[in-house]
């Protein structure tokens, strides 16, 4: 069945309450991966002193789209839930420079999928942070079918 991309990414966008929080804008979604951005507001500084955003943004950041980019090649309806997110942060962000994310599903079985994903201000060859992730899918029960 294919995948509706317009009404995954309104899912996606409007569906997750700490994504809206922190201003997660989804640029794109595809079965080649998501790629979004989040604008930097003060708030978000974890060293006051060098202005340099908390890794927690980062972390909500690539957990969000690793997750986001896996209903999209998969060929029946899952929802995926993070099981593992390895970040390795390789320097500290630009202080007051969006940061930008794309991540991509690699593998997909019955139960597990799996995604790896780039954190990045000016290029994704400069990259802030990367990460691999495991996510436990849930499928829907089969309509019309009873059970608790």
Known sequence: MPVDFQNVRQALAEGIPHMREVGLELLSADADGVIAKIEHRDHFVGD??????????????????????????????AIPATLDLRIDYLKPATPKVAIFARAHCYKATRHIAFSRGVAYQDSMDDPIAHCAGSFMLTRPAAAGKGGS
Do not use: A, Q, R
Request: overall charge negative.
């Open 48 to 77: 006051p002193e060098t202005g340099v955003i908390h890794g927690g943004i980062i972390t909500v950041l690539l957990d969000s789209i690793s997750g986001m980019c896996i209903p999209l090649v998969l060929d029946e309806p």
